[in-house]
């Protein structure tokens, strides 16, 4: 079981390419998860314990909004990384992230991931090396729809 | 790239009458406009290519052929109402006799890359210039992928969804995402570029095809760079103050470039990945 997941780990893109050590040391915290339509991944204000390494579907990051709702501010799909708050800040979910259709994941135990890191630093630089491209990644995301690029004047033709 | 045609016959600079077909709102301001001649036609146009549309007594604006190359009928120009004459000519009802002049301009080269595979990267209205080079290689039969990532403001300014679904019934791979959206939304939310996570590329086969606002191309390309493509195999639809169209008047000039002749379809890379985002003179 843990040999697949480790397999798993080792392919997908947040991780892939680092020597296979590093796959087994993430394995080991990880279990595989699967949810339904609709379902809560992760719930905004609660701790921010696991982050998934999606395998299959899209998710949607919402925010409520009083009198609006649910409001979708990000969709993440297959290969993407999803939860950034358990390495950062308060280590509490910012958002909620919901099922848009069947999802499969990785699961991993963030807090069993940082005690590895804190243990072994070259194994933690790795991991820090890997994460911040993509955070870097989703700044400079939000940075150009802020630039409302599609906004009147700004298209061809 | 295929050599720039219209401007050199020196007819170019006088407009044909062309009437109002039909008209067909695609979303709140945006327009596809249908023109037939009158009387002479104009020549054959290449998906990429634009004409210069006169709504008399207003003005005269360049604006991209949307339809597909080759298809009998009216001419179709997709606009956008964002200034006096863009307005007029979206609002021009059944019947309206136009002036057009054209086309001009360099275009995407479908039949350069026939056998290749083709990403398609599109932002709003930019989805226009491309659309008929999309018909073209939806139609291809047992050669290259077709990915076709289109972005938009919301879902209520996604233009050609009805040809997304035709692009998708012959084996293409369209997805959508727009910037933000309301509550009851199921698609994707977020920059279009970001959509390029979920592609498997084979950058060795892969020509890219860019249209929309220069900053969405920019960046686009630097992506796709970065995922392996040469950049000689990105080509990006690259507009100015197109006037004359026939590379005379010099508006529209972007460095050594002069866009309505040398583009406005153009390949990325060299001096073009640095003039990108520069400001017209």
Partial sequence: MIEGIAEIVA???????????????????????AFAVDELLIAEGAPAETFHLLRRGRVA?????????????ETLGPDELLGLSWLFGSKRWHTDARALEPVGTVAVDAECLLRKADADPVFGYALMKRVAPVMVSRLQATRLRLLDLYGNGADNS | MPAARGGADGTSLYPLAYRVSWRR?????????????????????????????????????????????????????????????????????????????????????VEDIADRDVLVIAGGIGLAPLRGAIHQLSRRRG?????????????????????????????????????????GWRGDVGIVTTLLARLTLDPQRT?????????????????????GLDPGQI????????QCG????????????????????????????????????
């Fill in chain 1, 11 to 33: 392919d997908h893109p947040l991780f892939r390419g680092l020597p296979a050590d590093v796959a087994e040391l993430v394995a080991g915290c990880a279990r595989n998860e």
């Fill in chain 1, 61 to 73: 990051l919402e925010i409520r909004k009083p009198g609006a709702g649910q409001l979708v501010i």
């Fill in chain 2, 25 to 109: 709102r695609e979303t709140a301001d945006v327009v596809t406009v249908a023109l037939e001649p009158v009387g002479s036609a104009a020549a054959a146009y290449r998906a990429g290519q634009f004409h210069m549309l006169t709504a008399f007594g207003v003005g005269e604006v360049a604006i991209s052929v949307s339809g597909t190359p080759g298809t009998p009928g009216p001419v179709e120009h997709t606009i956008r109402d964002v200034g006096a004459v863009s307005h007029a000519l979206s609002h021009a009802p059944e019947g309206t006799v136009l002036g057009l002049r054209g086309p001009f301009g360099t275009d995407w080269g």
């Fill in chain 2, 143 to 183: 050669t290259g992928a077709l990915t076709v990532l289109v972005g938009a403001r919301g879902p209520e300014q996604l233009v050609f969804q009805t040809d997304m679904e035709q692009w998708r019934e012959r084996g293409a791979n369209v997805l959508c995402t727009v910037d933000a959206a309301a509550p």
């Fill in chain 2, 207 to 227: 020509v890219a095809l860019l249209c929309g606002p220069e900053v969405m191309m920019r960046f686009a390309a630097a992506d796709l760079v970065d995922l």
């Fill in chain 2, 235 to 242: 080509r990006v639809s690259l507009e100015r103050n197109m």
């Fill in chain 2, 246 to 281: 026939a590379g005379i008047c010099g508006h529209c000039q972007l460095g050594p470039l002069l866009l309505c002749r040398d583009g406005p379809v153009v390949t990325y890379g060299g001096a073009v990945a640095d003039l990108l985002g520069q400001q017209e003179r």
